[in-house]
């Protein structure tokens, strides 16, 4: 049973591009949550998506943007990079209807130059 | 709004020896309480969680945690520490079980053993 799979592992990009992270979740599970870790914190909540659609949302802006796919993978998007972007990105993927727990996929390290 | 307070960033220990990552928590409502460990260059794991059944909760790899709500509290021990359990551990709240909504991390504890 796959668990849940992030790509790139990682990945440089300069100030100002834009970023695609993409998630699968673990089989069986219909909600993906994002989270950003800085270096030496803990994951901070970016959004959290179920049917397709955005259901919550941290204190994070507009540049970061997701999409969930009907087969219930996601991606985070990320525009005008700045420097304090870089970051482990991580994915966690839940089945809505019974609460459970959230599992991490291994995260997508970001470096902005 | 709920947070996380993770008392002390490095926790040194040595093989054998008991561990204790202290986590506090702040809440509004009844809380959901996790713990998850990071090794290098790895995601997320559930330790254990606490979702308002037995205040004492066992986890994997031999950790528990107990849940005191007097104290606001729900740090996490082990009796004897072995060398495979250096890695990052955060503590988790949600105001949900886990599944629903987001989880609010404290800043970490790394924990080193040495022999």
């Known amino acids: 049973d796959a668990g849940v799979t992030q790509s790139p592992t990682h990945l440089i990009k300069t100030r100002g591009q834009q970023v695609t992270l993409r998630c699968s979740p673990k089989?069986?599970?219909?909600?993906v949550s994002w989270y950003q870790q800085a270096l030496g914190q803990g994951p901070q909540f970016i959004f959290q998506?179920?049917?397709?659609?955005?259901?919550q949302r941290g204190n994070f802006p507009d540049r970061f943007s997701g999409h969930q796919y009907p087969n219930y993978s996601s991606e985070l998007n990320v525009n005008a990079l700045l420097l304090g972007d870089s970051a482990l990105y991580l994915c966690?993927?839940?089945?809505?209807?019974?609460?459970?727990?959230?599992?991490f996929g291994p995260g997508t390290r970001l470096l902005v130059l | 709004a709920q947070s996380v307070t993770q008392l002390g960033s490095h926790v040194s220990v040595s093989e054998g020896a008991l561990v204790l990552l202290r986590c506090n928590y702040s809440?509004?409502?009844?809380?959901?309480l996790f713990w998850y460990v990071q090794y290098p260059n790895q995601g997320l794991q559930l330790l254990l969680k606490?979702?308002?059944?037995?205040?004492l909760v066992k986890g994997i790899n031999g950790f528990e945690a107990e849940f005191k709500k007097s104290e606001t509290s729900f740090h996490l021990t082990k009796p004897s520490a072995h060398m495979s359990d250096a890695a990052e551990y955060f503590c988790?709240?949600?105001?949900?079980?886990?599944?629903?909504?987001?989880?609010?991390f404290g800043a970490g504890t790394r924990l080193a053993v040495h022999p």
């Open positions: 966690a993927s839940s089945l809505k209807q019974t609460g459970e727990t959230q599992y």
């Open positions: 089989s069986g599970h219909d909600t």
């Open positions: 998506y179920y049917e397709e659609e955005e259901r």
């Open positions: 809440s509004s409502v009844p809380p959901y």
């Open positions: 606490y979702t308002s059944a037995a205040t």
């Open positions: 988790a709240v949600s105001d949900l079980p886990g599944g629903y909504n987001k989880l609010i």
